[in-house]
């Protein structure tokens, strides 16, 4: 933009070595590239030489810092670099890597590639434009109508942190747009031989005014506005190099459609106005934060955008794009969006609370990724797992599912990201069949006081031979999985006098009463009996123990039968004095199937709620018979396990 080594070579030749006018001489230079040519007086030369930039670039005035010898130095020294080829979305990577862990987090801000990128944009539009123009080819009306088409073509990303979707969707408009006017020279005359003179209407019609964001930073704005002049600026130096000419660098025009301001309270019609037949694309990655991890402001936001909406506090963040994109769509079937997601708005509770009100607006799931790791080579990279999902008017046409490096054509995509009909699966208070019931495991709201491990037992037995009938082995998730002894104090209100009566139990009662006394509503609500567990189910035979979490990695979710001297905590779910063959309906495959399906994740791993995929298993009335042939089984299994009883579950 500027003359081959004016800045440093301006630098180097008006200010002192020391770099003591540094500061002063770059106020200075900022404000006289925020003057037109027209409106100059009194400058020297050298200062005089700088262009008029405008576009609000240098509008408002920043101190500089103090300079020293070697910061100047430095500054000259990082100046001699060739600065052309840097991508403009290399400040997505510089924002991450400057901002604090907390604050980016706190944002919900993810930084994403261009691989990554290209994942979004492809199938919801640009795939589109590069077969219109492979229809176009040979034809100038078509590839006028297509070049006119791409012009007009608004593009809003409501999360636009740096202006990554942005820029790339802009390059790649401009790209298509390049081969397009190529094809219209080689059929109006050839390129080169001086048969033809296009003139200045063959200069790029793309322009940033059609570009639209939304962002919370206020620096990430400001970066936003800036990348995206460096890609114009970039785009328009390849025009120049195929075509001979394209449009001046300076002095910049406003953008203007970059909004700093929150996306769950702006109204996206004022920030991206919307016309009948407008061809629109919302894209982006916004940002994501489950219900426990939102602040209270975006909580708020959630009951902003859901105001008329009952039921939708477990949902993630960035469910309120989702809702909005689809209301700001719904009236306009020339419009998609497509947003980087947690896969999570696709599994358990959240699948009943978004996707009805999404689907209800006539729209569907027009392609969609399979759950991937998302990770860039940023500093601080987001580690989580998510997919990508495109939406848009309801139609008879194909969509597709994109696994890995392939993708298949289907006629449906359902909420849950597969190839079925739309039938969403409500969690249930009861059961749907004859199964018995599945509850979670005792919750212990002790602060461990109530529990322990082997050593602290073998301890209190020695010093209290008769205390034995009221301890009880504790068995949750780990415990089971990895063969983890642990114990606790299992009080009934007739042995509460014994116990009292030692001091070091007494003491850990006490604790306990204390402990919930400084809790939330539930905690609370049982310190009148510290010495028990909020619940106290148990079982009078036997009792059957399914882990809450469990790898995704594992064929079957691992169960187990324990007795019934021993208590199921809450990382755990338990079905008491069950048939036997109810173990065999867990284990089953399909079963597993359907669990997958339906039950929610922590991170990629299963998360098992019985509302969900206990309650809602669709299982039919066996015989006796059947049940004994499936009990056959179980056998078979404890007995398999027996043969290797030196490995554990996990």
Avoid at 575 to 581: A, L, M, N
Wanted: glycine residues 6%; hydrophobic residues 35%.
């Amino acid at each position: 933009i500027f003359e081959t080594g004016q800045f440093t070579g301006a630098i180097s030749s008006h200010t002192q070595v020391d770099g003591s006018d540094l500061n002063s001489y770059l106020d200075t230079l900022w404000d006289v590239m925020n003057t037109d040519k027209g409106q100059r007086q009194n400058l020297p030369a050298y200062l005089d030489a700088f262009p008029y930039v405008n576009g609000g670039l240098f509008r408002h005035q920043y101190a500089a810092p103090k300079f020293t010898r070697r910061s100047r130095q430095m500054a000259l020294d990082r100046g001699e670099l060739d600065w052309k080829a840097i991508n403009p979305d290399i400040f997505g990577s510089m924002i991450q890597a400057v901002i604090t862990p907390e604050h980016r987090g706190g944002l919900g801000m993810h930084y994403t590639s261009v691989p990554n990128i290209m994942k979004v944009i492809e199938p919801l539009f640009l795939n589109e434009l590069y077969e219109a123009y492979e229809n176009a080819k040979g034809n100038l009306k078509k590839l006028n109508e297509l070049r006119l088409r791409i012009s007009k073509i608004k593009i809003f990303d409501p999360a636009c942190g740096s202006g990554n979707f942005l820029i790339i969707a802009y390059k790649e408009l401009r790209k298509l747009e390049m081969l397009i006017i190529r094809d219209i020279q080689a059929m109006k005359g050839h390129q080169g031989s001086g048969s033809l003179d296009l003139g200045t209407e063959y200069l790029s019609m793309i322009t940033l005014s059609h570009f639209y964001g939304i962002e919370l930073d206020d620096f990430a704005h400001e970066v936003a506005i800036l990348s995206l002049w460096l890609a114009e600026h970039q785009m328009n130096q390849a025009f120049f190099a195929a075509f001979g000419m394209s449009r001046p660098a300076l002095p910049l025009m406003e953008t203007g459609h970059i909004v700093h301001g929150n996306a769950c309270r702006v109204d996206w019609e004022v920030v991206c106005p919307k016309e009948k037949d407008d061809e629109i694309y919302i894209l982006g990655n916004p940002p994501y934060l489950g219900g426990k991890s939102q602040s209270k402001e975006q909580k708020q936001d959630m009951s902003i955008v859901f105001n008329t909406i009952k039921n939708y506090k477990e949902l993630d963040y960035i469910a309120s794009w989702f809702l909005l994109a689809s209301n700001y769509i719904s009236n306009l079937n020339t419009a998609k969006f497509s947003f980087v997601t947690t896969s999570s708005l696709n599994q358990g509770a959240q699948v009943s609370q978004l996707w009805p009100l999404i689907l209800s607006k006539n729209l569907e799931i027009k392609f969609a990724y399979h759950p991937f790791s998302w990770s860039n080579n940023a500093k601080g990279n987001a580690g989580v797992s998510v997919t990508i999902i495109g939406i848009g008017h309801n139609t008879n046409g194909k969509k597709s599912i994109f696994k890995s490096s392939h993708s298949i054509s289907v006629d449906n995509i359902n909420s849950y990201l597969v190839s079925a009909r739309n039938i969403i699966v409500h969690q249930r208070l009861n059961i749907l069949s004859e199964l018995p019931q599945m509850i979670t495991g005792n919750s212990p709201y002790d602060n461990n006081n109530l529990r322990f491990d082997s050593h602290y037992k073998e301890d209190i037995e020695k010093k209290y031979p008769n205390i034995k009938h009221i301890i009880k082995k504790t068995v949750g998730a780990d415990e089971l999985l990895n063969d983890i002894y642990k114990w606790c104090f299992w009080i009934p209100n007739e042995l509460l006098n014994l116990a009292q009566q030692i001091p070091e139990i007494n003491t850990h009662i006490e604790n306990t009463r204390l402990f919930r006394l400084q809790g939330g509503d539930v905690a609370k609500s049982i310190a009148n009996r510290p010495h028990q567990f909020r619940y106290i189910h148990t079982a009078k035979k036997s009792q059957i123990i399914i882990p809450i979490v469990s790898s995704e990695r594992r064929e079957y979710i691992p169960i187990g039968f324990i007795d019934s001297n021993s208590v199921v905590i809450s990382s755990a779910a338990a079905i008491y004095d069950p048939e036997p063959y109810v173990f065999s309906v867990i284990s089953s495959k399909i079963h597993n199937c359907w669990l997958r399906l339906t039950s929610g994740k922590l991170d990629s791993r299963i998360r098992y709620l019985s509302a969900l995929s206990w309650n809602t298993f669709p299982f039919p009335t066996i015989s006796e018979s059947q049940k004994q042939e499936l009990e056959k089984h179980v056998y078979r299994i404890l007995e398999e396990r027996e043969k290797h009883s030196e490995k554990t579950l996990a």
